[in-house]
Nanobody, 129 residues
């Protein structure tokens, strides 16, 4: 599986960006896809994930720091997962990575980076005036 993240850039505080993660190499449906980020000098942290619920839907998960501002969405036909980021703050500045896990993780592992098998190259998001 190859993941390609795009959409990063420079934005002013309060602005918006939309990140996209495109997957290739295997069917996308049923996989869990997550976004993590890593700021300079900090550890990588969970941002959001889209996890198959075992039925016909996908559930979305967010870290407390982005809840209400970021929205994750997926298009299984296009093999893409997007992260719409609104109300950006300086502390959102980081390299954003998309990650994919083929098998459905238990709920407690959704926000754990070691649970993911495949990673994209990262895209830089800088929030600055």
């Amino acid at each position: 599986v190859q993941l390609q993240a795009s959409g990063g850039g420079l934005v002013q505080p309060g602005g918006s960006l939309r990140l996209s993660c495109a997957a290739s190499g295997r069917p996308f449906a049923g996989s869990t896809v997550a976004w993590f980020r890593q700021a300079p000098g900090k550890e990588r942290e969970f941002v959001s994930a889209s996890r198959w619920n075992g039925g016909s839907a996908y559930n979305s998960y967010y870290s407390d720091s982005v809840k209400g501002r970021f929205t994750i969405s997926r298009d299984n036909a296009k093999n893409t997962v997007d992260l719409q980021m609104n109300g950006l703050k300086r502390e959102d500045t980081a390299v954003y990575y998309c990650a994919l896990r083929i098998s459905r993780p238990i709920l407690s592992m959704v926000g754990v980076d070691s649970a993911y098998d495949h990673w994209g190259q990262g895209t830089q998001v800088t929030v600055s005036s």
